[in-house]
C-alpha cells in the first residue's frame, strides 16, 4: 500500500510536460523563430513549470528574440532569467557573440561588479539552508561560525555545492544554537556576511515543560479515530475523482485536432483547470493519509 501512495504521489508531483515549449524547440531549429516566441509566450504561463524548464524558456526566448532583432524584449527575458538564477552561465565556447553581448549587458545592468548576497532559505527540520547570490563568481568558500547553549565559537565550512550551501543542527531538547556565515573571496577576505558574532541567527528547541503543555492527554480516541478514518477514506476516494478528471483535460489540452487543444487561449484555459484539479486531488491524498494515519493512532491509543 506505502509502494502504490508513493507512487501516485511521485506521478503527481512530476514536473508537467509542457507541449509549448515542446513545439518552439521544434520551430527554432527550423529557424521559424518568430512562431517560436509565440509557443514560448504560453509556454511561460503553464501551472507547475519547474525551475529546470523556466530557466530553458527564457533562454530560448531570448535567443529567438535575438535572431528576430528583438534587443528589449531579450534583454526583458534575459533580466528574468538572471534575477531567477543570478549564477546562470552561457557555454562560453558554443554560444555566439551576439548573445553573449545581450547577456553580459543585462547582467550588468542588473547586479554591480561586487554583488554578492547570502540568503537564509526554508530548509527541512534539523537542518540550516543558505542560498549563495553570486552572479560575477567571486565567492570561493562559505563559512558558518556557530555556538550551543552560549558556548564557544566553532568554525566550520557549508556544506553544499554552487547556489545551495547549508548545515545540519542536532541540538538537545531545550537547546540554543546562535549561528551566523561569511562568504569568503580567494584571498580570505569577506565578501559578505549573514548575521554576525554580535548578532548571530538563533535556533531554538523547546524546553521539556513546554513540550508537556504542547501535547495534553487525549480524551475520546476511539470516536475521534473513527471520525479521522472516515473523513481520510473519503479525501482519497475524492482526489481519486479529481485525478482522473484532472489527467482527462490535461490529455485533451494537448491533442490540436480537437477542442480545446485546438486554440491555445481554450487550450491553455483547459491545461491550468487540469492542473488545479490534479493540485487539489494531491492535498486530498496528503490530507487523507494524515487523517487515515492518525485515525489509526488514536484506535490504537
Known sequence: MARVWSVV?????AQPVNPWLE???LLSRELHFADAIEQLKVARTVPGLGDDQRREVLELLARCQLAEGLRADADASLTDLLRAEPGFEFDRVQTSPKILEAFDAAKKALYPADFVRLEVVSAPAGRVALRVLDPWK????VRRSSRVDGGAWRDEPCEGAGEQLGFPVALA?????????????ASGAV???????DAPLTVRTARPEMIAQALPPLRWQRPAGW??????????AAGAVLQVTGWALRVAARDPSKPPGNYTDTALAAERSGQLQLSVALGLFIG???AVGTGGALLAW
Do not use: F, H, P
Open 173 to 185: 531538547t531545550g537547546s540554543t544554537l546562535d549561528w551566523w556565515a561569511r562568504a569568503l573571496d
Open 227 to 236: 471520525s479521522l478514518l472516515g473523513a481520510g477514506l473519503l479525501a482519497a
Open 288 to 290: 487523507g493519509g494524515l
Open 23 to 25: 513545439k518552439a524547440r
Open 138 to 141: 567571486q565567492v570561493r568558500e
Open 9 to 13: 504521489l511521485l506521478t503527481l508531483l
Open 191 to 197: 565578501l559578505t556576511t549573514v548575521g554576525s558574532a
